[in-house]
């Protein structure tokens, strides 16, 4: 067996960066970002105003002046003038400020006669006013390569004049699952059968890290089965098997692979759960096969997928599983001679520390505690045992509360 970061650091060597594309804009949420992002604009590209009011010279915005409106500046159409002393143009919020104004007065701190206004409150200039490229300026550089790209940051490329964006392709990951006792989603169910639950997990995982994800569906316990799942593996950048791996009599998944060119990496991590995990390269894609019982799988599946999704579209993962620190709320039992990952709860205090509290059951087959849980407790190989009020070493991998 190997150690966790170890089985890491393999699975991130062995990743390739997938190709990159060019997507507009609009379509780039998730996305990993290729290339360093640079505005093509400054915004705002112009002196706009804040307000609905009146462009002035701050010289003249004084309680009690009365000054000549000479024209208007709505958001669009500039005021081809100049602003001279005693004068006001009427503008609108977004308008261009025109030249000779450096102050705007709201609309609320004046009375209109005809052309005439009177400021009758206090100003205290300049204000009201947005400075062209307070926001950026052309030329600046927004992102860097290798972000991971939302609305917000498609929002800001948009205004930056970019209409498209270099990003990774998403990798190709198939997914299928092994076992005579296994049933589809929907399928009549017999007297043994269980569900193949752990797909619609990782489907959904997969799309949320940034790759495309198909299932296969499941492959009996027999090789023109599981073979026929190999060679339709071929034409994905990753594929994993779920199930199948460890020593009883029909787990052929490993075999079947190897008889049809497989060349292995690693075969066992010295992880709780997931030791069967296995690892290596089916000419051109890469394999992961996962444990099939499901928490067993899913752990590992955040442990070992996820940064090889990572790595294939640019986001550098650590070989060292990222952690924080975090009180616990439960006693916890020494470790063994694997790193153990029990499923846990890590919500945050008032005070800003981080309580894990573990659930009680960690079977590798329930399901329930898992939906329930956003991070794992990480106790590395033959360590003792924690008690409540200790700090301890947490892995959050989903949201959590205050």
Not at 160 to 167: F, L, M, R, S, Y
Not at 201 to 219: F, K, P, R, S, V
Request: hydrophobic share 40%; charged share 25%.
């Amino acid at each position: 067996m190997i150690s966790v970061s170890e089985a890491r650091d393999y699975i991130i060597n062995a990743a390739k960066l997938t190709a990159v594309q060019e997507v507009k804009v609009q379509d780039c949420a998730g996305r990993i970002a290729a290339e360093d992002i640079v505005s093509l604009r400054t915004q705002p590209p112009f002196d706009a105003s804040a307000m609905d009011g009146y462009a002035v010279r701050s010289i003249d915005a004084n309680k009690g002046d009365t000054l000549t409106v000479i024209g208007e500046a709505p958001a669009g159409k500039e005021f081809e003038g100049v602003v001279e002393p005693g004068q006001a143009v009427r503008i609108f919020t977004g308008g261009i400020i025109p030249d000779g104004a450096d102050h705007v007065i709201i609309q609320e701190d004046v009375e209109r006669d005809g052309d005439q206004i009177s400021i009758f409150d206090e100003q205290n200039p300049p204000r009201h006013i947005r400075a062209a490229g307070i926001d950026f300026h052309f030329g600046d550089g927004l992102y860097e390569r290798g972000t991971r790209l939302g609305a917000l940051h498609a929002s800001v490329m948009a205004s930056a004049g970019i209409e498209t964006v270099k990003v990774y392709k998403r990798p190709r990951v198939a997914i299928f699952s092994n076992g005579d006792e296994l049933t589809e989603i929907g399928a009549p169910a017999k007297r043994g059968s269980i569900i193949s639950s752990t797909p619609a997990a990782l489907t959904a995982w997969l799309t949320e890290w940034g790759a495309e994800a198909e299932y296969l569906g499941i492959a009996r316990d027999n090789y023109k089965s599981l073979n026929f799942k190999v060679d339709r593996a071929r034409k994905y950048d990753v594929v994993v098997p779920l199930g199948g791996a460890s020593v009883g009599d029909y787990d052929l998944v490993k075999d079947a692979f190897e008889k049809n060119g497989y060349q292995s990496i690693f075969s066992k991590i010295a992880v709780k759960p997931g030791k069967p995990t296995w690892f290596g390269k089916l000419e051109n894609t890469l394999v992961l096969g996962l444990p099939g019982n499901p928490a067993s799988g899913l752990v590992c599946a955040q442990l070992f997928l996820r940064p090889l999704i990572d790595a294939m579209i640019g986001l550098n993962p650590t070989t060292e599983v990222p952690t924080q620190r975090a009180v616990l709320t439960e006693d916890l039992r020494a470790n063994g001679q694997r790193a153990l990952f029990s499923r846990a709860q890590v919500e945050i205090r008032e005070d800003a520390r981080l309580m894990a509290t573990p659930f009680p059951r960690q079977d590798s087959s329930l399901l329930t505690p898992f939906a329930r849980a956003n991070a794992f407790i990480h106790q590395a190989e033959n360590t003792s045992s924690l008690t409540k009020g200790d700090l301890c070493d947490v892995v959050v991998w989903g949201t959590f509360s205050a």
